[in-house]
């Protein structure tokens, strides 16, 4: 089986342990242990949890106290819904193996996490791409996703929020795409791993599997949870889906690890404390950037509704990949290239991590846009990825 080269993976392997402010960082700014134990009230029951801690293989499907507090981040959903993986991005691999096989008609939108068009067509499947527009605020047409509908469409794949927009559908869209691929027999697969850091209300929005018979929601630990250390996530679906799920899953999982559960267990019995942490860095560090933004005559963007990352689009002639390089090679600021989206003339910024990052790093933006990229000559390799 070939497969493309993961752009964003690809990217924030070559630079994110090198550079000095990482505004390509995509987690609520990731806690320490001392941190969690304080979060959760109880840090000397947890250590002494750990100590007795017997360091064998956990249960198969995730310990049934980490799927129980899993299931009750949904409305309508059990422990026997849910199956622990290692990540949000092992969850949709499993979920793309499990259903797609050569020649199904599998519809993805763009931009979005490139697991979800990537991994299908390397297993033969006919994907169709619904490209979401600036000029619709990064959601998607519905029109235009039922007209890629056809008869025996076998999956729809949406990222709610979106990365690396910041998009939201709320649940009157959401539950438009599940009639839209009730029709015609398809699941949905939403990838859900923002959940929890929306800019107004509560902080979530509503989950695809409380929504729709063929609903199945991925998350993790990773992103409003601050702990993309514990390489912990989930399905969450159907029974019957998540069946088909463990025969795959058997093959390159058997279990996450058991300080893995059990940190994901603290951390979930302490959520309103982690998620309310969670709303306060996202919401005041958007703030930063909407002001940093609305200051910049180069600079736009649809303001993000949720999640972690925002689509910057810049005036400047130039290719996304050529302007990050140089300007991490002058400033030390890493943002992610637009082309690793498919998107141009844009760069994707976390705003997540801390406020004091966020804040130098868009002043040395400011500095290499104003001073440093005027004066840079142009190699004429680049020429060909203009936006």
Same mark, same amino acid.
């Given at each position: 089986?070939?497969?493309e080269?993961?752009?964003?993976?690809?990217w924030?392997?070559?630079?994110?342990?090198?550079?000095?402010?990482?505004?390509?960082?995509t987690?609520?700014?990731s806690?320490? $242990?001392?941190?969690?134990l304080?979060l959760?009230? =109880?840090?000397g029951?947890?250590?002494?949890?750990?100590?007795?801690?017997k360091?064998?293989?956990?249960?198969?499907? *995730? /310990?049934?106290?980490?799927r129980?507090?899993?299931?009750?981040?949904?409305?309508?959903?059990?422990?026997?819904?849910?199956?622990?993986?290692?990540?949000?991005? *092992?969850?949709?691999?499993? @979920?793309?193996?499990?259903?797609?096989?050569?020649?199904?008609?599998? !519809? /993805?939108?763009?931009?979005?996490y490139q697991?979800?068009? #990537?991994?299908?067509?390397?297993?033969?499947?006919? $994907?169709?791409i619904?490209?979401?527009?600036?000029?619709n605020?990064?959601?998607?047409d519905?029109?235009e996703l039922?007209?890629?509908?056809?008869?025996?469409?076998?999956?729809?794949?949406?990222n709610?929020?979106n990365?690396? &927009?910041?998009? !939201?559908m709320?649940a009157?869209m959401?539950?438009?795409?599940?009639?839209?691929?009730?029709?015609?027999?398809?699941?949905?697969?939403?990838?859900?791993?923002?959940?929890?850091?929306?800019?107004?209300?509560?902080g979530?929005?509503? +989950?695809?599997?409380?929504?729709?018979?063929?609903?199945?929601?991925?998350?993790s630990?990773s992103?409003?949870f %601050?702990?993309?250390? !514990?390489?912990?996530?989930?399905?969450?679906?159907?029974?019957?889906?998540?069946e088909?799920?463990?025969?795959? =899953?058997?093959?390159?999982?058997? %279990?996450? *690890?058991? @300080?893995?559960?059990?940190l994901?267990? $603290?951390?979930?019995?302490?959520r309103?404390?982690?998620l309310?942490?969670s709303?306060?860095?996202? =919401?005041?560090?958007?703030?930063?950037l909407d002001?940093?933004?609305?200051s910049?005559?180069?600079? %736009?963007?649809v303001?993000?509704? %949720? *999640?972690?990352?925002?689509?910057? =689009?810049y005036?400047a002639? @130039?290719?996304?990949e050529w302007?990050?390089?140089?300007?991490?090679?002058? &400033?030390?600021v890493?943002f992610?290239?637009g082309?690793?989206?498919?998107?141009?003339? &844009?760069v994707?910024?976390?705003?997540?991590?801390? #406020? +004091?990052?966020l804040?130098?790093?868009?002043?040395?933006?400011?500095?290499?846009l104003?001073?440093?990229?005027?004066?840079l000559?142009?190699?004429?390799?680049?020429?060909?990825?203009?936006?």
């Amino acid at each position: 089986m070939k497969i493309e080269e993961f752009g964003v993976e690809q990217w924030m392997n070559r630079y994110e342990t090198t550079c000095r402010y990482n505004l390509a960082e995509t987690c609520v700014e990731s806690l320490t $242990v001392q941190q969690l134990l304080e979060l959760s009230g =109880r840090g000397g029951e947890v250590l002494e949890e750990l100590m007795s801690l017997k360091l064998t293989y956990g249960p198969i499907p *995730g /310990s049934a106290r980490l799927r129980g507090l899993i299931a009750s981040l949904y409305a309508h959903q059990t422990a026997g819904n849910v199956l622990v993986t290692h990540g949000a991005i *092992g969850a949709n691999a499993l @979920v793309h193996q499990t259903l797609v096989e050569p020649g199904d008609r599998v !519809l /993805s939108v763009m931009p979005t996490y490139q697991q979800h068009y #990537a991994i299908p067509a390397s297993y033969g499947a006919d $994907v169709h791409i619904l490209h979401l527009r600036e000029e619709n605020g990064w959601l998607p047409d519905l029109d235009e996703l039922a007209s890629l509908a056809a008869p025996g469409t076998k999956l729809i794949a949406i990222n709610n929020p979106n990365n690396p &927009t910041g998009a !939201l559908m709320d649940a009157a869209m959401l539950e438009c795409i599940a009639a839209i691929a009730d029709g015609v027999g398809a699941w949905v697969l939403c990838d859900e791993v923002y959940r929890g850091t929306d800019q107004d209300g509560g902080g979530a929005t509503a +989950a695809m599997a409380d929504l729709y018979h063929r609903g199945i929601s991925t998350g993790s630990m990773s992103k409003p949870f %601050s702990l993309a250390g !514990l390489r912990l996530g989930w399905i969450t679906g159907p029974a019957a889906l998540l069946e088909a799920v463990y025969i795959h =899953r058997d093959y390159n999982t058997i %279990s996450v *690890g058991q @300080v893995d559960d059990l940190l994901a267990c $603290v951390a979930l019995e302490a959520r309103e404390a982690i998620l309310a942490r969670s709303r306060t860095i996202t =919401r005041s560090n958007l703030r930063i950037l909407d002001e940093w933004v609305g200051s910049r005559a180069d600079i %736009s963007y649809v303001r993000p509704a %949720s *999640g972690t990352t925002a689509l910057l =689009r810049y005036a400047a002639p @130039v290719p996304s990949e050529w302007l990050c390089e140089s300007l991490l090679q002058h &400033t030390g600021v890493m943002f992610t290239p637009g082309s690793a989206f498919g998107i141009e003339g &844009t760069v994707r910024i976390g705003f997540a991590d801390g #406020a +004091a990052t966020l804040a130098v790093g868009l002043a040395e933006f400011s500095r290499f846009l104003d001073g440093i990229l005027p004066a840079l000559p142009f190699p004429a390799s680049a020429a060909a990825a203009r936006p």
